[in-house]
């Protein structure tokens, strides 16, 4: 098992470029989340799923799109990257709802906008 | 927005210590989870409670929910270098998809 994986793991971009950030987890988990990791702020949710072809908002979701085609794949997707998207992206994946809280993280992608 | 508040921010101390770390609110929360960060790497859950008074160990960590669901804590017994890192207290209310975090107390433990 590889348990949750991210790509890329780190990425510069310029003000208004796009890009997409991938997880995928070999678990067969329903439940999968993004969330941004900034100094002072702790982690905070971006969006979820709670299963293939569904998606919805967290705390944070401006700026971002995200899609559930395959049950173990979740993509994120900036459209327009801006500076205060510059943070480390966290994938994580659970078998119960957010009752139970993600129970595993993907590794991180550091994103740096410039 | 429930807030979680965690203490301290920062503790340092001596291979053998003992320590605790507290996650506060004033929001009723039906679960909470604790998790350990180390750098460069994703969180580690290592518990979740769910019952009000609670009390569950790992090793030589003990980790309790309050009576009332809006507090918990983490007791680690003899800490070790090891140890060293984030931990980072979650918790989640009535409305779903709304799991939040605490700031995190960043650990370190000298040999």
């Known amino acids: 098992n590889a348990g949750v994986t991210q790509t890329p793991k780190f990425r510069v971009l310029k003000t208004g470029q796009s890009m997409t950030l991938l997880c995928a987890q070999d678990m067969n988990h329903e439940y999968m989340y993004w969330y941004r990791q900034d100094p002072g702020m702790g982690l905070r949710l971006i969006h979820y799923?709670?299963?293939?072809?569904?998606?919805a908002k967290g705390e944070v979701p401006d700026g971002y799109n995200v899609s559930r085609l395959k049950k173990q794949n979740f993509l994120l997707g900036l459209e327009s990257a801006a500076p205060s998207q510059t943070s480390v992206y966290f994938c994580?994946?659970?078998?119960?709802?957010?009752?139970?809280?993600?129970?595993?993280f993907g590794p991180g992608t550091r994103l740096t906008v410039l | 927005t429930q807030l979680l508040e965690q203490s301290p921010q920062f503790l340092s101390i001596q291979e053998g210590e003992n320590l605790t770390v507290y996650c506060n609110s004033s929001?009723?929360?039906?679960?909470l989870q604790w998790y350990r960060q180390e750098p460069g790497e994703g969180p580690v859950l290592l518990v979740t409670v769910v019952t009000g008074g609670e009390v569950k160990k790992l090793k030589r960590l003990t980790f309790q929910f309050g009576d009332a669901r809006k507090d918990s804590s983490l007791h680690i017994t003899a800490a070790q270098p090891g140890d060293t890192g984030l931990y980072l207290c979650a918790a989640s209310g009535t409305s779903y998809g709304k799991l939040t975090f605490g700031q995190g107390t960043i650990l370190t433990v000298h040999p």
């Open positions: 994580a994946s659970s078998n119960e709802g957010l009752a139970g809280g993600p129970e595993f």
């Open positions: 799923s709670v299963g293939e072809g569904t998606t």
């Open positions: 929001s009723v929360f039906s679960s």
